[in-house]
């Protein structure tokens, strides 16, 4: 194993993250046609429904009934990194704000001190099949910033960097960076009270396409960094001296580069890194905090408040199908 491999990890569905990021989820679903009402055209009948993450034939729905995705559900103390490569989610939350965004955009949504939201995702294409690709990281808050007010990002396709390097053969990777300089070019800006908003964090999170043939170095960080690199799709690459296998993640040494080669279709990775948090986490469900008791205040005051209630008509709230990608926010962070 190359030295600058300390480990590699099996994926599937849900993949194992590392201080400061609490988990990322890998949603890749080929939805067929869709029907007059934003869901699949087929039969539904043979599946768990409320509960389908089994993947019959490609898809699931989640925890959709007709559409599917994620119906309203609450978080607190951390934040959600929603990139979706392709298809759309629709997004509504308490605070009244709602948004479509897909096909290379990013949602950045910090929880702190409670909000609901749904995440769904309408089919729109009723010709033909409607594939989704999309990665949900959750990053944790540090203790001062767990009851932060709720806001939310929008970091659209067009104005997300993406740099072409070159290799000794003129092949380029593409390095799409959506937290974390790379080469000078800085993304567009997250939440203000976000663990990426401080440069000195090292947060860094790239979607990195290898050509055929491409060679491509990922350069040294800092020391001492959480730095992950995840292979969902291609053939055959190694890092370094190591072969690589798809599906598969590597705990870096993040102060070491590391050479990517690769030797059959395109190759894509996502890269996480982040100086650790460093503070104790006690996790339930949709719910970070760092103590037992902040853990129970937390369900207590949802419980009581609902984070503000629900304003819209449906749970599982979709936008007309005829918008487009948008986004409205809430009257408290228009003000801001």
């Not at 749904?118 to 409607?130: A, R």
């Not at 070019?185 to 947060?203: I, T």
């Not at 936008?319 to 962070?333: I, L, N, P, W």
Request: charge should be negative.
């Amino acid at each position: 194993m190359s030295s600058s491999i300390l480990k590699r990890i099996p994926l599937q569905m849900f993949w194992p993250t590392f201080d400061p990021f609490l988990f990322c989820a890998f949603h890749n679903d080929t939805y067929p046609k869709a029907n007059a009402f934003m869901g699949p055209d087929a039969p539904l009948n043979n599946r768990p429904i409320g509960q389908d993450f089994g993947g019959i034939d490609g898809w699931r729905m989640y925890h959709g009934k007709t559409i599917p995705g994620f119906p309203a559900h609450p978080h607190r103390g951390f934040e959600t990194v929603t990139i979706v490569n392709k298809g759309f989610v629709d997004h509504a939350d308490s605070m009244g704000a709602a948004g479509r965004y897909g096909e290379g955009d990013t949602q950045w949504m910090t929880a702190g001190e409670g909000v609901q939201h749904s995440e769904m995702f309408p089919l729109l294409n009723q010709d033909d099949v409607n594939p989704l690709e999309l990665f949900q990281i959750w990053l944790n808050l540090p203790s001062k910033n767990k009851m932060v007010p709720p806001h939310f990002t929008m970091l659209w396709n067009e104005d997300t960097p993406v740099v072409n390097v070159p290799d000794s053969n003129g092949l380029e990777t593409q390095v799409k960076v959506v937290a974390g300089t790379f080469q000078q070019v800085e993304p567009s800006p997250c939440p203000p009270n976000s663990w990426a908003a401080d440069s000195k964090n090292d947060v860094a999170i790239w979607l990195i396409d290898l050509p055929e043939n491409g060679e491509w170095v990922l350069p040294a960080a800092g020391a001492n960094l959480s730095r992950a690199l995840y292979f969902f799709e291609g053939e055959k690459v190694s890092l370094d001296d190591a072969n690589a296998s798809i599906n598969e993640a590597f705990v870096l040494k993040s102060d070491a580069a590391v050479v990517l080669r690769n030797k059959g279709k395109k190759a894509r990775f996502l890269l996480l890194q982040g100086r650790p948090i460093g503070e104790h986490v006690e996790q339930h469900g949709p719910f970070v905090m760092n103590t037992r008791a902040e853990l129970q205040q937390a369900f207590q005051d949802y419980q009581r408040t609902q984070f503000g209630g629900w304003p819209w008509p449906r749970h599982d709230q979709v936008h007309d199908k005829s918008k487009g990608r948008f986004a409205e926010y809430s009257a408290e962070q228009a003000k801001a």
